[in-house]
C-alpha cells in the first residue's frame, strides 16, 4: 500500500467553527489531491496540489482552502464549517509517470459539521 | 470537457454469474481510464487502468475491463462473482492534471 496516512480520521465539529485536515505522504510524490465523497456523487476533486507551494482548485473548492509547505503534507482547511461540508474526504497521491497518473487513496477521514 | 456515465447504481448478481458495470466516457483527447473498489469504511484501490497499450485490460481479483473506441465504453466484467467483490465500484478518467469520477455502482452479491 501507498505510504499515505489522514488525519483525523474521524471528527465532529460544529458549524462556523474551523477545521483542517491533513494529509502525509511517505512516497514523496509530486501530485497530492483532496477528494470529497457523497452518496450519488462520487468522489468530487476539491483541490490538488503540483508541488510544494503549487495549488489549484478543482470543481468543488468554495468554503475551502488548501496549503503545501512541504512535499509529504498537504492541509485542507475548512475556514468556517457548514452542514453541507458534512462528507468523507480522501487525500489522493500521484506522480508523472507513463501512461497516465494512477492515483493512490489514503483511508478517508469522516467529517460530520452539526 | 471529460466526463464519466456509470449505468446502474445498484447492480445485484448471484454468486458465480457474470458480472458486468458499464462505464461511458466522454473525453476531447485519448483516455487514460481507470476502474477503482472501494470496500466499506476503506479509500479507493486501484483494480486495472487502460493507457493505450492493449484495449482488454486484465487487473486484480479477476476483474477484466475492454476499451471500446468506437463505443466510448471501458466496462468492467468478471466471469463468476465471489461475495467478496461486494463492494463500490468507481470508473474514473484522467485528463487535464485531473481524475474525472463516475458516481459509482454499488455491487450486492447474492447467495
Known amino acids: 500500500d501507498a505510504g499515505i496516512t489522514q488525519s483525523p480520521r474521524h471528527k465532529v465539529t460544529e458549524t462556523g467553527t474551523p477545521v483542517t485536515l491533513r494529509c502525509h505522504q511517505t512516497?514523496?510524490?509530486?501530485?497530492m489531491y483532496w477528494y470529497r465523497q457523497d452518496p450519488g456523487h462520487g468522489l468530487r476533486l476539491i483541490h490538488y496540489s503540483y508541488g510544494v507551494k503549487d495549488t489549484d482548485k478543482g470543481e468543488v473548492s468554495d468554503g475551502y482552502s488548501v496549503s503545501r509547505s512541504k512535499t509529504e503534507d498537504f492541509l485542507l482547511t475548512l475556514e468556517s464549517a457548514t452542514s453541507s461540508q458534512t462528507s468523507v474526504y480522501f487525500c489522493?497521491?500521484?506522480?508523472?509517470?507513463?501512461?497516465?497518473?494512477?492515483?493512490?487513496f489514503g483511508p478517508g477521514t469522516r467529517l460530520t459539521v452539526l | 470537457a471529460q466526463s464519466v456515465t456509470q449505468l446502474g447504481s445498484h447492480v445485484s448478481v448471484s454468486e458465480g454469474a457474470l458480472v458486468l458495470l458499464r462505464c461511458n466516457y466522454s473525453?476531447?483527447?485519448?483516455?487514460?481510464l481507470f476502474w477503482y473498489v472501494q470496500y466499506p469504511n476503506q479509500g479507493l484501490q486501484l483494480l486495472l487502468k487502460y493507457t493505450s497499450a492493449a484495449t482488454l485490460v486484465k487487473g486484480i481479483n479477476g476483474f477484466e475491463a475492454e476499451f471500446k473506441k468506437s463505443e466510448t465504453s471501458f466496462h468492467l466484467t468478471k466471469p463468476s462473482a465471489h461475495m467478496s467483490d461486494a463492494a463500490e465500484y468507481f470508473c474514473?478518467?484522467?485528463?487535464?492534471?485531473?481524475?474525472?469520477f463516475g458516481t459509482g455502482t454499488r455491487l450486492t452479491i447474492i447467495p
Open positions: 473525453s476531447s483527447v485519448p483516455p487514460y
Open positions: 489522493a497521491i500521484s506522480d508523472v509517470v507513463a501512461g497516465g497518473r494512477e492515483q493512490f
Open positions: 474514473a478518467l484522467f485528463g487535464n492534471e485531473k481524475l474525472t
Open positions: 512516497e514523496n510524490h509530486r501530485y
